[in-house]
DNA sequence: GCGATCGATAACTCTCTGGCTATTGGAAAC
DNA sequence: GTTTCCAATAGCCAGAGAGTTATCGATCGC
């Protein structure tokens, strides 16, 4: 019952995260060593916000000898484009019933 | 420097928060009494989440007697809307750059 | 093989927050 | 004016989660 967009806002609700998130979209593919330098905390710390993203589905890891490559998977987004629409379909509709209802009115 | 998308995300990662404002711009203007109804939790929690949602701009709360009336404010998700437009120009112009590198090594 | 490096896991701490109850401030109803 | 009702605030508690250090498995360079 658990909608695809709630682990979308949860994972990203994290500024930290949505940092590495944005920079793998931004620059492509990143291991864990080059994303740890920048991100300004621990190794085992940056590991564990990748894994959250993976969960997600927002990123792929990809293993190459001792080095693990990080890049984003821009389609994950697409429930919470989704889910942004609705909300504007929501409220479209509301304003389509009130001018039904006033054309009613003024027949 | 806080960008406007930050808030957005932080107060949309709470499942009541958002089916709070998910029922605001579905049903439209409800009271703070109507929204706990609904919410399964107290009206003091109600009352709190309403106050987040209104300071991320989500919402307006509108006095009438002793009733408060609470409604969506649509246009405050536009920053959601282009950030994820943005990771969608970032992931775009990485591909272009790639093409031209094919296309310059195909010279 | 051996030491060094990369990344994941474990175990712990500390803060942040979403929930509660109790209370208060106003506005209506009587 | 007193009681009743609506919503906000205060104060507290428990769980979640983001950070740390320590460690381990695996792979590379020598």
């Known amino acids: 019952m658990s909608q695809p967009h709630e682990i979308l806002f949860k994972t990203l609700a994290d500024p930290t995260r949505r940092a590495i998130f944005e920079r793998l979209c931004r620059d492509g593919d990143q291991t864990v060593a080059a994303l740890t330098a920048r991100a300004g905390i621990s190794q085992p710390a940056v ?15 990809r293993h190459e000898g001792r080095n693990t490559h990080y890049s984003a998977e821009l389609g994950a987004l ?30």
Do not use: C, Y
């Open 78 to 107: 697409a429930p919470l484009i989704d889910w942004t629409n609705q909300m504007a379909g929501f409220w479209q509709s509301r304003f389509d019933n009130l001018e039904d209802l006033l054309k009613r009115m003024d027949q």
């Open 47 to 61: 590991s564990k916000h990748l894994g959250v993203l993976k969960q997600a589905g927002l990123v792929r890891d």
